[in-house]
């Protein structure tokens, strides 16, 4: 799964959570590497509890263009963070300033380094019918979800495994900063979107910039922070949840769940709904 200090072997925990009163009204624990796919089955999940006057936010793990296509045409009413969202938004005008700050996790720095050649797709074995690739080491990368769209272009997106990226030979001649990116990523692209989608897709995008970045938007959006957050820190820090301690989807997704009961029977508790 991919976060902000790379990617890492694990799980993605969703939780979809009511603005009102904190509680988890939906969540599943997924093998998956991003998050762009679950946003649909969590909507649909859910559908039961729309109302007129309900409003989906999600930040920019969600942003897709299949995303808003389908929200649109299913009429349900949210603002997706995109990934440039904070640079058009004058709040976070400073927020360079902290990058040159150090780090213990994560190095932030963007020295100026010479770029090495390295495999390009053609020295990785694609196979389109069976979808699958091996790298010039003879390891099966994962594949990344379906068809996706890069700058008008469609194809097929691949990703390394840590565990054979890590101790590879190869690893030098495969990634241009071996020492601080983990796995290798690479596409295969067959094609162009229509002209038309193309328009569509920007009509899309730019309705949902207008919207986020209308103040009313802005202050709509700026809920999901103190809906969701506070949700996910009390799991993990109050909780003592911080890592899972079972193996496979199925025993690892029973574990999210008893914890986000739990969470939800405290926040009643807190609430009166006992009394």
Known sequence: MA???GVIQGYTAVATVDAAHQ????TQAYGVGAEQELLLPVVAATS????AATLITADAGYHSEANLRALAEADVPALIADGKMRQRDERFATQARYTALPNPLHDKSRAVRATPEV?????FQYDP???TCVCPAGK???RRGGARVTRDHVGA???GAKRDSGPCALRARCLRTPATTLVRNVAFFHGRISTREVNQSARMRARMRERIDAPAGRAQYARRFATVEPVFANLRANKRLDRF???GRHKLDTQWKLYCLVHNIEKLANTGYAA
């Open 3 to 5: 976060t902000s200090k």
């Open 23 to 26: 509680i988890i009204v939906d």
């Open 48 to 51: 039961a509890l729309l109302s």
């Open 119 to 123: 495999f390009g797709p053609g020295d």
């Open 129 to 131: 019918v069976a979808r």
């Open 140 to 142: 099966r990368l994962q």
């Open 157 to 159: 997106h691949f990703q």
């Open 245 to 247: 301690t079972l193996r």
